[in-house]
């Protein structure tokens, strides 16, 4: 609870993924979430993820204790989207890389929510141009 309570801020998360034929594997790093795209920061949390795809429904929980960590998504196959804290009960923002950002789009029902996200992240010159066109074009 100290990384919450003892410190100024809260967390980043980017996420990728590495798939085999047979599994997904997320790739989490975290770092201190700054507007101006500032990330010198050595601060980490405890975080608790929890993980959602096109073939399971069911959150998958996980606590992030370091500066990076994996979960292998039980259940997901290869091509899924994947959601990282449905529902938006988790303080900490979420950049997804570009792959897993385009998988996203077509499965978001209100896509002015992944707009909106994902101002702050274009604002910092992290989100291609080409992306938000792309979601532009989807709303």
Known sequence: MSTWTGQVGYPMLTVDV?????SVTLHIKQQKFCANGD??????????VTVVSQSRDTPQCYLLDGREGKIVLEG??????V???????????????DDL??????AVK?????????????RTCSLLLKLVTQ????C
């Open 18 to 22: 590495v798939e085999t034929s047979d």
């Open 76 to 81: 997901a196959r290869p091509g899924d989207w």
């Open 110 to 122: 209100n896509k002015l929510w992944i707009l909106l996200i994902d101002w702050e992240f274009s």
């Open 135 to 138: 979601i532009l074009q989807i």
């Open 101 to 106: 950002l385009k998988r996203l789009l077509p």
């Open 39 to 48: 990330n010198s920061s050595e601060q980490q949390w405890l975080v608790p």
């Open 83 to 97: 959601k990282v804290n449905p529902k938006q009960i988790g303080l900490f923002r979420v950049k997804y890389s």
